[in-house]
């Protein structure tokens, strides 16, 4: 009788089949449970990836949207850090990018902004040498290197399967929006929203803050408004449910109640009004002129006559009033001017990056002493603070290396590229009061869809 060497049996499997086989063995024997839970989620992850192959970036762009209120369950911690449900999605994307990188190397050069992307994430690393906090550096500058790599996948896939790509990423982004988008009604509906600067009902979604929201419904609104133009009037359909959810989309992003969000929305209007409807805005600027020509004297009359104020809704108040004690533009602007004295100490390469909460929380004077908002709402003086100005040079360039390629094209191709090029815009003025860096779940989906933009506009260039 021939014994037969078990390693035969062995080489049938492939590596994430006996990664399955020992990750379950594991579970089964281990007592653990935060071990067992990282050790079922890398099991899910083996078993979709080879479901869904090199779609499979697309799991886990839905799952850190919906899940994004959950952030920060811990599963387990060791030492000081923490693997909470967003490291776990991270991490994941961090390995499974680095393997499709691998696998796809041939493309890598082809990804616009290959280079100066790379510069600045290898800036922000280095600053773990002198960081202020070297785990904060550390879990940051994986984060901005998730960005690139969805950026770079999105570009390599679009390049590999081209329309195919698209419909099946503009599909999923629609269903995975349609959760927060849901949550966010009902909040609206049954008035549990959350309050905020004495704004009650403020909606959120799945999401961790109604700003986040905001800036996740405007970057889905900008995507509909993008296919809504490349529609052709023939398809009736589709031209009217891009308008019904672009309707929804317009009324979450009201009743966040985010002020950014609604300077970004008119921005991106008034851009598509001067292209291609300009009748449209000129009346629609003329009838927000009369408003607001007319709305304090017909308030004030009716207060006084009725004791009827028309500013006690939340709405109206937000879009005719600021109250001082509460004005979010006066706090961030004393945020940036305490910030700037610490820039200056430090102004070459910074405190470390991803540092600013920390930095700021042990400098803080006796007026913010008790203020649990540790965040600069801008990220031009956060990336200052934390990579100097080399790190800001890097950034910036960044965006004028996309700028500059979508306005040589917008004028080339007629203006077919211009919700692109309008976003990249909007992009930065949401930076300029917000948190965008920390906002995860909307700028991996952003990033995401400039991915698959770059290589639309690259062909649309090619055909001009």
């Known amino acids: 009788m021939t014994v037969k060497n078990p390693m035969n049996y062995l080489k049938n499997f492939s590596l994430s ?22 050790s079922f989620l890398l099991i899910a992850f083996i078993v979709l990836q080879k479901i869904f192959g090199e779609y499979f970036i697309l799991i886990p762009l839905a799952l ?47 990804i616009p902004l290959n280079i100066v992307w790379p510069v600045f994430i290898a800036w922000c690393a280095l600053s773990s040498i002198y960081t202020y906090n070297i785990s904060s550096t550390f ?100 031209l009217n449910l891009l308008k019904f959810f672009s309707v929804i989309l317009l009324l979450v992003i009201a009743f966040t109640y985010t002020r950014i969000a609604w300077i970004g ?26 408003f607001f020509t007319l709305f304090y004297p017909i308030n004030k009359y009716l207060t006084s006559h009725y004791s009827l104020n ?31 004295p610490l820039i200056r100490k430090k102004y070459l390469a910074g405190y470390g990056y991803g540092t600013f909460p920390r930095v700021w929380d042990d400098n803080k004077d006796l007026q913010n002493i008790w203020d649990n908002t540790s965040e600069a709402h801008n990220d031009y003086i ?10 800001l040079i890097l950034f910036l360039t960044i965006f004028t290396s996309l700028l500059y390629k979508q306005i040589g094209i917008t004028f080339k191709t007629h203006f077919k590229n211009i919700v692109f ?30 991915g698959v933009w770059m290589h639309e506009t690259k062909i649309v260039n090619a055909n001009s």
């Open 17 to 38: 089949g006996l990664t399955v086989i020992f990750l379950s063995i594991f579970i089964i024997g281990n007592a653990n449970t935060g071990l067992d839970a990282v």
């Open 64 to 110: 850190r949207t919906i899940l994004d209120y959950w952030r920060d369950y811990n599963i387990f911690s060791f030492h000081f850090f923490n693997f909470n449900i967003n490291a776990a999605l991270s991490l994941f994307l961090l390995i499974w990018s680095i393997i499709f990188f691998i696998k796809n190397h041939e493309y890598f050069r082809k």
């Open 139 to 238: 879990i940051e500058t994986l984060k901005l290197t998730n960005l690139f790599s969805l950026f770079g996948i999105c570009y390599i896939m679009s390049e590999k399967d081209g329309g195919k790509f698209k419909n099946t990423f503009l599909k999923s982004m629609t269903i995975t929006a349609a959760v927060p988008i849901s949550v966010a009604t009902y909040q609206l509906i049954t008035r549990t929203g959350m309050t905020i600067e004495e704004i009650s009902n403020r909606i959120y979604g799945t999401f961790t803050h109604p700003n986040v929201l905001a800036a996740f419904a405007l970057v889905m609104l900008i995507v509909l408004v993008n296919e809504f133009l490349k529609t052709k009037k023939e398809n009736r359909k589709k």
């Open 265 to 290: 929305t008119a921005f991106l209007f008034i851009v598509l009004g001067l292209v291609y409807y300009r009748k449209i805005l000129l009346y629609t600027l003329g009838a927000i002129v009369l």
């Open 310 to 340: 028309l500013q006690t809704n939340s709405l109206i108040a937000r879009l005719t009033s600021r109250n001082p004690d509460s004005d979010s533009v006066s706090w961030r602007t004393g945020i940036i001017m305490k910030t700037l």
């Open 382 to 391: 956060r990336i200052a603070l934390e990579s100097g100005i080399v790190g």
């Open 421 to 450: 090029l309008t976003s990249i815009f909007i992009y930065l003025i949401l930076s300029l009061s917000d948190n965008m860096l920390h906002h995860t779940p909307v700028i991996w989906w952003l990033w995401a869809v400039w």
